[in-house]
Structures are given as structure tokens and as C-alpha cells.
């Protein structure tokens, strides 16, 4: 799966094969992977592997930080790729936002967040409930006669 794959017209230019397109879109890979790629299995207790640990954390970082945050030297790289920094930069975020558990394929303002179209808009009907109800039915109001009487004995 190539991720930087893009839709565009190809020009008499794209066409030949050049080894320093292909140093940068190795670049950008090996960014890629450095940014979206999990954890190693390491054993944390022994301590010849915290080092290792640490340098991975560093790496995923960086990678990380060039991607999301662009930059001048970002866009000059996917430039020398051959790449739009703009495609590249928003896939790149929605791999780590999936990585991250979003949902990123549904968009914001679809319909399913709002509810069935029926209730959209309308206020729901209030149940009365208790002595609003009698209230409502009864002429007087509030609760029947019959539950008002005290019984004495």
C-alpha cells in the first residue's frame, strides 16, 4: 500500500525514472514508518533494552512532529518526491488518528450524530406526570376528589 499515491495528471516529466525522486519518496517512507509503526517487543527489565525503548520513542516523535507539523523542509521533501505535501500530510493524520481509535471516515455534519429526521427540529411532547396530569384533565384541577378525603376512624 503506497500512501503517498496521488491523483494527478501525469506530465512528460513523470514519466522518467529519476534516483533522486526516488532517494526522497524513500525519505518519505521511512518517515511514514517511523510515525505510524507500534512498538517493539522489548523486555523493559533487562537494561540493555531501555535504551533501545527510548531511542524507538524518540524516532516515533520526530516522525510524528515532521508530518503533522510541516514545516519549509517538509514541503521541499515531498517537493523532490514528487508529492502534494498537503495529500500527504492529511493521509499521514488520518492513519494516526485511526491508530488512535477516531472514526475519521465519518464526517462531522452527517446525520447519523442527530437522531432520526422525524425529531430533528421539533420539540418533543412533555408526559405529565403526577398532579401536572390531574391538573391538565381536571377542571379544578390537581388531584380526583375521591383521593382527597381523610378517613378517620
Known amino acids: 500500500m503506497n500512501i503517498f499515491a496521488q491523483k494527478y495528471e501525469p506530465t512528460q516529466e513523470d514519466n522518467i525514472a529519476m534516483p533522486e525522486r526516488d532517494l526522497w519518496t524513500a525519505v518519505l517512507c521511512r518517515a511514514a514508518l517511523d510515525a ?8 523493559l527489565n533487562k537494561r540493555s ?30 517537493e523532490l518526491a514528487g508529492r502534494n505535501y498537503i495529500y500527504v500530510q492529511q ?6 488518528l485511526r491508530k ?7 464526517p462531522v455534519t452527517s446525520r447519523y450524530r442527530q437522531g432520526s429526521k422525524k425529531g430533528r427540529g421539533r420539540p418533543k411532547k412533555k408526559k405529565l406526570t ?3 396530569y390531574y391538573a391538565f ?8 376528589r ?8
Open 146 to 153: 375521591i383521593y382527597n378525603k381523610i378517613k378517620t376512624a
Open 49 to 78: 533494552n531501555v535504551s533501545h525503548n527510548n531511542y524507538y520513542n524518540y524516532n516515533r516523535d520526530q516522525a510524528r512532529h515532521f508530518f503533522l507539523n510541516g514545516g519549509e523542509d517538509f514541503k521541499i521533501i515531498c
Open 130 to 132: 403526577g398532579n401536572s
Open 91 to 96: 493521509k499521514i493524520r488520518k492513519i494516526l
Open 100 to 106: 488512535n481509535g477516531w472514526n475519521v471516515d465519518v
Open 137 to 144: 384533565i381536571g377542571k379544578k384541577g390537581g388531584r380526583p
Open 36 to 43: 505510524v509503526k507500534g512498538a517493539p517487543q522489548l523486555d
